[in-house]
Nanobody
Framework: QVQLVESGGGLVQAGGSLKLVCIIS????????MSWFRQAPGKEREFVAS????????NYEDSVKGRFTISRENAKNTVYLQMSGLKPEDTAVYYC???????WGQGTQVTVSS
């Protein structure tokens, strides 16, 4: 059974930082490209960042470039999203996703106050 479990969300003031964590079980994690998505109220789910299997290649949505960093630890079956310089428009539920599959986490809420 494949499970993706996110944690690390919360309430933070604008300009603050949070680190999201996603632990994956039930798959050979090191073979998977991993992504973070987010969904704000009333909006569609959108891509935030992705990382390749070895961690040497990353991609970011334009609005988070220079503020967010995706990383992974294959030995721990874990992917991270370090978020800094947070803005109110970053408020959303953040989801971990195994690229090319139907596997999603349950989401973790990030709320940025102005």
């Amino acid at each position: 059974q494949v499970q993706l479990v996110e944690s690390g969300g919360g309430l933070v003031q604008a300009g603050g930082s949070l680190k999201l964590v996603c632990i994956i079980s039930g798959r050979t994690f090191r073979r998977d490209v991993m992504s973070w998505f987010r969904q704000a109220p009333g909006k569609e789910r959108e891509f935030v960042a992705s990382i390749n299997q070895s961690g040497t290649g990353t991609n970011y949505e334009d609005s988070v470039k220079g503020r967010f960093t995706i990383s992974r630890e294959n030995a721990k079956n874990t992917v991270y999203l370090q978020m800094s310089g947070l803005k109110p428009e970053d408020t959303a539920v953040y989801y971990c996703h195994t690229h090319g599959t139907a596997y999603w986490g349950q989401g973790t809420q990030v709320t940025v106050s102005s």
